[in-house]
């Protein structure tokens, strides 16, 4: 995961926190939100699809994998900058069983290809489509922080 | 609310054009692969996956198009996409999946390549 970090110093412009079930299809729901934000911020439509993948991918970890007991999602959308919008900060949490994550496997076409199940891509698309993702995981559940930001090619 | 994936197929002279309209998550994945292999028990070796009214997917559905991939290249067969939007054309980049099928921008280059 980036070990650089570009919210420091920046401060909170705006912020929307969501609270959605642990179903399905509420992904989508949270990747409009936060696509609602990269759109006030004035981010290329491009980058915006980038955003709303990212946080899909976020959320359907958290949908398939967290077995939260209060089956709950928490969204955390931030707006971070100076004076004006630079950064975009999406934290996706949940209160379940957690994992640990150095002991993610990247995987690779070759051996899925092989492999009878084809699935473990989130967060190798999620770093793929994001500046800077970051990844605790404990006893106390999940989050996962994506920042894209404004300028960055 | 998203609605879900409806297809639509198109037979021509050996080469099968799928194309989607709506998300392509578990369940949208699962109805491409259910067409795919029937197109497949029909004879077609050569499938077209045209996404130009898909523009959400996720690592679920793509992971049940990986299913397709596999079965063609068992039979032999190609398989290529057209019209992907630039955010789902980078994900099929990330995943490597562009080593195993052809990626085209637009249908007619995607029908010309699978006739070759």
């Known amino acids: 995961m980036a070990a650089s970090n570009s919210r420091s110093a920046q401060a909170v412009l705006k912020q929307v926190e969501l609270q959605l079930q642990l179903a399905s299809e509420m992904e989508i729901e949270a990747s409009e939100k936060a696509c609602a934000i990269a759109d006030l911020m004035h981010m290329s439509a491009d980058k915006v699809d980038e955003v709303r993948m990212a946080v899909i991918e976020a959320c359907i970890n958290a949908i398939e994998h967290s077995r939260a007991e209060d089956g709950k999602l928490y969204v955390q959308i931030s707006m971070l900058g100076h004076d004006e919008p630079e950064t975009l900060e999406i934290t996706v949490h949940d209160r379940g069983v957690g994992f640990d994550p150095k002991k993610l496997v990247q995987p690779n076409i070759e051996d899925k290809l092989k ?3 084809k699935r473990g891509w989130g967060f190798r698309i999620i770093e793929g489509l994001m500046d800077e993702v970051e990844v605790e995981s ?3 559940g999940t989050s996962v922080t ?3 930001q404004v300028g960055r090619s | 609310m998203t609605e879900s994936l409806s297809l639509n197929v198109e037979r021509r ?3 099968a054009v799928i194309y989607t309209d709506g ?3 578990n369940q949208g994945g699962e109805e491409i692969a259910k067409v795919a292999y029937e197109l497949i028990d029909e004879g077609y070796r050569s499938l077209l996956l045209n996404l130009a009214g898909t523009k959400i997917v996720n690592s679920i559905g793509i992971s049940i198009l990986i299913e397709i991939i596999e079965k063609i290249i ?6 290529a996409f057209c019209n992907l939007t630039p ?4 994900t099929f980049h990330i995943m490597g999946l562009a ?3 052809s990626i085209f921008d637009d249908e007619q280059d995607a029908v010309e390549h699978l006739g070759e």
Do not use: W
């Open chain 1, 138 to 140: 404990g006893a106390d």
């Open chain 2, 99 to 101: 080593q195993y099928t």
């Open chain 2, 87 to 90: 955010t789902i054309n980078k």
């Open chain 2, 13 to 15: 002279d050996g080469i």
């Open chain 1, 146 to 148: 994506m920042r894209k």
């Open chain 1, 115 to 117: 492999s009878a199940s």
């Open chain 2, 74 to 79: 068992e039979i032999e067969g190609k398989l």
């Open chain 2, 23 to 25: 998300y392509i998550n």
